[in-house]
């Protein structure tokens, strides 16, 4: 049974293809580009830092997207959120929140970081996959996985809330940033495009509903 101590090994990689869609699910009124990488990951222990961003300036910025939007609803919405026996959606879960559509302008290697390619590091879901007072440890032992599988620009991770969904963290290292062409970015509240979307995933493959007020 791993230990959940990064033994060293190099991570299995794979390829994610240029052309690709991903998703990612942000703060509406965030002052940043949807398609830019965060520069200046936030210090361990800080309480907004995330699951996986590089805590070595080595790695360079870094970007979260899935390439499913069930995985970006897993990661934008439901993340660190508390599901009722009734399972309804919360307003609060979609209000000031947009879904960003990316286009992937290249080739890109990510360390594949779930599955048998955790395991191969001595890694499990107790580890990968807790909640925020492991944020720091996961951001540490991404940061290691890294740092020794070197043709790596990035990770795939499995989603906390699905164990069929994955999600990616990109990173530049010290190259430019990868191309990453913006397609479309929409409310996911007060448009009604977007709004039923989001609404859709929750219920089809979530199983959760919202059952409140919708604006006009």
């Known amino acids: 049974m791993p230990t959940n101590r990064y033994n060293g090994r190099l991570a299995d990689v794979e390829t994610v293809r240029k052309g690709t869609e991903l998703y990612r699910i942000m703060a509406a009124d965030a002052s940043y580009a949807a ?23 080595r790695l360079g910025g870094y970007i979260y997207v899935g390439d499913t939007l069930a995985g970006a609803v897993a990661e934008g919405v439901l993340r660190n959120q508390s599901i009722s026996k009734a399972g309804l959606v919360r307003r609060s879960w979609l209000v000031n929140k947009k879904l960003v559509r990316l286009r992937l302008g290249s080739d890109v290697t990510v360390a ?19 909640g925020v007072s492991q944020y720091s440890q996961t951001r540490q032992t991404g940061t290691k996985i890294l740092l020794e599988t070197t043709p790596a620009f990035g990770m795939r991770y499995r989603c906390r809330n699905h164990d069929n969904l994955t999600s990616l963290m990109l990173i530049t290292r010290k190259a430019p940033a990868l191309s990453l062409t913006l397609i479309d970015e929409v409310d996911i509240f007060f448009d009604k495009r977007g709004r039923d979307l989001i609404l859709d995933v929750l219920h089809v493959e979530f199983q959760l509903q919202y059952a409140g007020v919708l604006p006009n």
């Open 35 to 57: 398609n830019s990488f965060n520069m200046k990951p936030r210090p361990l222990g800080h309480p907004k830092q995330g699951r996986f961003e590089p805590a070595d300036p």
């Open 112 to 130: 594949s970081v779930y599955g048998s390619g955790a395991t191969k590091l001595n890694l499990d879901t107790a580890l990968l996959c807790g």
